[in-house]
């Protein structure tokens, strides 16, 4: 079959081996399922923004979709008011859009609630669904265990007429939230739990729905609603995670109540996605948020969709991340420096290299005597046509505090009062010959001297030093704010930690730098710009910036973190 080709997503993500997934699809199209029709679905509870483990989701649903001439739509999965709401309605689409994809048809599960209702009122006229007056404590109690079985409800057998006149109660808001629920009458006794008697619906009057408003007193739960809504829409290939592996029987147990022979979706599963020093719950994000624990959804060391592209990660980097890590059946955790690695490897060829001195100190040439003169440095050495640009050079530059030793060893090659020769990138050799310091005795202002035959481009620029360092001209340069990023939690398996995961929050996740000096040319320098800083890592320019305040956010050094 040929491959069809979506906007925006390119080769990069082509692969050679196909992954259990399109296996079946292409097993399935073989066989002529469903009129050789492949339609998929990505079903995201607005109750959050999305994280990078629905990109996951979002790969394979929309991957099999476009690689096997299919649809795929985007289903908002609003059966819980409560938690639900437009905000997150908006920011799934964004994201879904910005990582590359575009979906056939916006469909919500709230879309079906006629017809879902209408399926349990069937349900209870052929003695399938009985209204239980239990709380959910009683129901949990009498669920059994895998190896006992569980206990009948005492309203498990009322009269069909009773369970319709309840169950449209329930609905007219004539019964109290919690007091009463649907369920379907399937077997107490059955070896997979999912079958002893699943709620199918339960009363919420306390919260309207973001779509139906006040219209439904009664919400359908995710076993009743999911493979009814894949059903209602015609999807062929219900793809989600291993966790709903053992509801799969349960779904089908559903279908079979209704499907008709020449169409039925099929339920598949791939293992989630889980990342080292990170959480991969809505739940554990919201909390977060929701107590300033970080910035908001969109804090850049959050695993979210918004955080990570806030952070400076591209949606390449993120696709092929994926890519590597693939879909298999059992539940891993994925190092988080392979993300990394990612984004270095996107950037590499494309951010361009700049200076930026995170710690100041100021360096004074005392021969030089020039004025205005510029000198040229490589705009990234990993494209051919990326050219070089103009940096003005002056008397006075600003260099890193690290770069200079009053008292060095041999084993030190940058500056040092006498010591070695050392080169100013894209500039000329300068030595050392001195320094001054304030009053706690830190150094202020390093003095050198330079050789005029020197410069970078140059016929003496050939000449070799041990190292080259990086510099800022004083009154050309602009003040930055930096923001260093680390790990959010200190522990690699956050979602294992049997305490609270606020006490393994890692404190040092956020570093600010606020007087940081950039050179001129990142003026210009929009929202959403990545640059390589020389020598530290690549950056991102965060949200926050705006004329006259110029914020950066650390993507990833330049380097693997040490563990
Ligand atoms: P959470 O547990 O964080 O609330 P969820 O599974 O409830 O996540 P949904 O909005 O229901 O979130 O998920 C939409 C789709 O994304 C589902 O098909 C789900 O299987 C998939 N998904 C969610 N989390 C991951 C993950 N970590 N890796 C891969 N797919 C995921
Ligand atoms: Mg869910």
Request: glycine content about 8%; charged content about 30%.
């Amino acid at each position: 079959m040929d491959k069809v080709e979506l906007n925006n997503v390119n080769a990069e993500d082509e692969k050679v081996s196909k992954n259990f997934i399109e296996q079946i699809v292409e097993k399935d199209l073989a066989d002529g399922l469903n009129g050789g029709r492949i339609q998929t679905r990505f079903p995201p509870e607005p109750n959050g923004y999305l994280h990078i483990g629905h990109a996951k989701a979002i790969c394979m649903d929309f991957g099999i979709a476009r690689n096997y001439g299919g649809t795929c739509n985007l289903r908002f999965d609003d059966t819980n008011p409560v938690k639900e709401d437009t905000e997150y309605v908006d920011s799934i689409q964004e994201d879904i859009k910005w990582l590359g994809f575009q979906w056939n048809n916006i469909y919500y599960a709230s879309d079906y609630f006629d017809k879902l209702y209408e399926l349990a009122i069937r349900f209870i006229k052929e003695g399938k669904a009985y209204v239980d007056e239990q709380s959910a404590e009683e129901i949990a109690a009498q669920k059994g265990t895998p190896t006992q079985p569980g206990t009948n409800s005492p309203f498990r057998d009322r009269p069909i007429e009773e369970n319709l006149e309840l169950f449209e109660k329930m609905n007219r808001g004539e019964i109290e939230d919690g007091r009463m629920v649907l369920r379907a009458k399937i077997d107490m006794a059955h070896s997979n739990m999912h079958f002893r008697d699943p709620i199918m619906y339960r009363i919420i009057t306390t919260h309207p729905h973001h779509r139906t408003g006040t219209k439904w007193k009664v919400y359908p739960m995710y076993d009743f609603a999911h493979g009814q809504s894949d059903y209602f829409e015609g999807v062929t290939h219900s793809l989600c995670t291993l966790e709903f592996e053992v509801h799969r029987p349960l779904y089908d147990y559903f279908l079979d109540q209704f499907a008709t022979p020449d169409y039925r979706p099929k339920q598949r599963e791939f293992n989630r996605l889980n990342i080292t020093y990170t959480v991969m719950s809505k739940r554990k994000m919201l909390a977060l948020v929701k107590e300033g624990l970080v910035r908001g959804w969109d804090d850049p060391r959050m695993p979210t969709i918004c955080g990570l592209r806030r952070r400076g990660y591209t949606p390449e980097s993120i696709r092929n991340f994926i890519n590597r890590i693939g879909y298999t059946k059992y539940e891993a955790l994925n190092d988080v420096s392979l993300l990394e690695a990612s984004i270095r490897e996107d950037l590499k060829p494309k951010a361009y290299r700049v200076c930026a001195v995170m710690d100041p100190i100021r360096l004074v040439i005392d021969n030089y005597t020039g004025d205005g003169e510029m000198v040229q440095i490589e705009n990234n050495p990993e494209d051919e046509n990326a050219g070089m640009r103009d940096v003005r050079f002056g008397r006075e530059l600003w260099i890193e505090r690290g770069d200079f030793r009053e008292e060095a060893d041999k084993n030190f090659f940058r500056l040092s009062p006498g010591g070695r020769e050392v080169r100013l990138k894209g500039g000329y050799i300068i030595q050392a010959v001195g320094c001054e310091k304030d009053a706690e005795g830190n150094v202020t202002t390093v003095h050198a001297t330079y050789d005029p035959e020197s410069k970078s481009g140059t016929e003496g620029g050939n000449r070799k030093v041990k190292s080259t360092i990086n510099w800022v001209e004083c009154q050309t340069a602009l003040d930055a704010e930096v923001r260093f990023y680390d790990r959010l939690f200190t522990e690699e398996n956050p979602a294992a930690y049997e305490g609270d995961f606020r006490e393994i929050l890692n404190p040092e996740s956020l570093k600010i730098v606020s007087d940081a000096k950039v050179e001129a040319f990142l003026g210009n320098a929009k929202k959403g710009d990545k640059f390589q800083f020389l020598k530290t890592g690549y950056f991102n320019t965060d949200d926050d910036t705006v004329p006259g305040k110029l914020v950066f956010n650390l993507t990833v050094s330049l380097k693997e973190q040490k563990k």
